[in-house]
């Protein structure tokens, strides 16, 4: 009987160990597995960095040499220019102005519709004051003095309310005693600016009706309206020599000469009130 125990015990032990072996055999295999996983993925990693490198390498050489004939075409233009300049002087010169001439251009303001656009934009709510005075000297009161000038102007226009929305003040270009400097008035909205100007007949008659308010243009505004301004006080003036050369008398006015025939249509018309057509 304690034969038949003792083999038992060892039976039972026996199989303890070999269910833990058969355990750490299946340990074994999957570590196995999972370090033949990292191997592949290494190779593939590695497979995948050769074939960047090679790519790399291509892209370089694509580059040297598109570099490369880069420089012969300028090799070739270089020595096209020195023949042309060989052979016409003149007309190598007048090509080496016109970029010179196209940059001045641009710096001169010769910019795209869209650029216009975007400065006009920021110039919306910008009203420009002329002649109206300034301290002599570099007073630091200048701009208080500023704003209560234009608190006047707003109350003589009934507009005085709008004092409270402007957002800045401020004399534009460099101080010259000779010279009184315009002043900028930028208003909270373009609407408030507006208004102002819709009012600004109201100055005449006033304390300030030798002051000038305009919107705040661009220069090529600026420069459009002062071409339509010339060419209608051309045309003015053409119609007046006109008119003087035929010896006419402008509509409404009397003739003061008595000889002078009287209008068609009016017999008892008074020959001092009579109107030429």
């Known amino acids: 009987v304690a034969n038949e125990h003792i083999s038992e015990d060892v039976l039972a032990r026996f199989d303890l160990s070999h269910g833990r072996q058969n355990a750490f055999d299946d340990q074994i295999k999957s570590l196995s597995i999972i370090v033949m996983e990292i191997k592949t993925a290494l190779e593939h990693v590695k497979e995948t960095m050769a074939n960047n490198n090679e790519g790399r390498v291509n892209q ?99 507009q005085g309310d709008l004092i409270n929305k402007i957002k800045d003040i401020v004399r534009l270009g460099k101080k010259d005693g ?42 090529e505004d ?19 020599e006109e008119i003087a050369n035929r010896g006419e008398v402008r509509p409404g006015n009397a003739v003061e000469d008595e000889s002078a025939p009287l209008p068609i249509n009016t017999p008892d018309q008074d020959r001092n009130t009579a109107v030429v057509n």
């Open 60 to 158: 370089f050489v694509d580059i040297m040499r598109e570099q490369e004939g880069q420089q012969g075409q300028q090799q070739q233009q270089q020595q096209q220019q020195q023949h042309q300049q060989r052979a016409h002087p003149q007309q190598q010169q007048q090509q080496q102005q016109r970029p010179q001439q196209q940059q001045q251009q641009y710096n001169g303001g010769y910019h795209d519709n869209q650029h216009l656009d975007y400065l006009r934009f920021g110039r919306t709510n910008n009203l420009i004051i002329f002649r109206l005075g300034e301290c002599e000297d570099n007073s630091n009161d200048q701009d208080i003095i500023d704003r209560a000038d234009v608190g006047n102007i707003l109350r003589e226009i009934e």
């Open 178 to 219: 000779g010279k009184i400097r315009p002043l900028k008035v930028v208003f909270l909205s373009s609407t408030d600016r507006e208004t102002v100007i819709t009012n600004a007949y109201k100055l005449k008659g006033n304390v300030h009706y030798r002051v000038s308010l305009c919107r705040d243009l661009i220069r």
């Open 222 to 240: 600026r420069e459009m309206e002062k071409a339509i301004y010339l060419r209608k006080k051309q045309e003015r003036q053409n119609r007046e």
